[in-house]
């Protein structure tokens, strides 16, 4: 939600994929996400990445009706906390650390260009995990994001 929020400014559309009915997260954060011109797919999972050498589709299914929709994207950020669920990520092509996390590099940038991760979910060398690093690897993300889409940058 945190990550959404902070790229909705430089982004076209921002969509947050959801996977329950409502969110359980601050009331100012849900009120902000509600108030921002970000499109919420509640009770949803992103399943799959489409793309040739870049993000270019993400498949999301709605876990109520299983039916699934193909967004067009520029790019992914994947914000996973607690217990991440990595099975679909190497059919996506994304290089994981070990079985249950992503390698990223320090700009948060996976193996798939134009996908990002933070969290939990990521590995890279002398990463501590605490709830304060997994913030600044969201403002990461999110700043890489905005790079990445604004290209050239000059900032």
Aim: proline fraction near 4%.
């Amino acid at each position: 939600m945190a990550v959404a929020l902070e790229i909705v400014a430089a982004a076209k559309n921002v969509t947050l994929v959801h996977r329950r009915e409502e969110f359980r997260a601050m009331e100012k954060n849900v009120e902000a996400v509600r108030k921002a011109p970000i499109k919420v797919l509640f009770n949803a999972e992103l399943t799959s990445i489409e793309g040739d050498d870049r993000a270019r589709r993400a498949v999301v299914y709605d876990n109520r009706t299983l039916r699934k929709s193909i967004l067009d994207v520029d790019a992914v950020i994947i914000n996973i906390g607690f217990e991440p669920k990595t099975t679909p990520l190497p059919k996506w092509g994304i290089a994981l650390e070990g079985e249950r996390l992503i390698k990223v590099k320090m700009d948060m940038s996976t193996s798939v260009q134009g996908i990002y991760a933070c969290g939990d979910i990521v590995s890279y060398p002398g990463k501590d995990k605490r709830i304060v690093t997994a913030c600044g690897e969201a403002v990461t993300a999110v700043m890489s994001v905005y790079k990445y889409l604004k290209a050239p940058y000059w900032a």
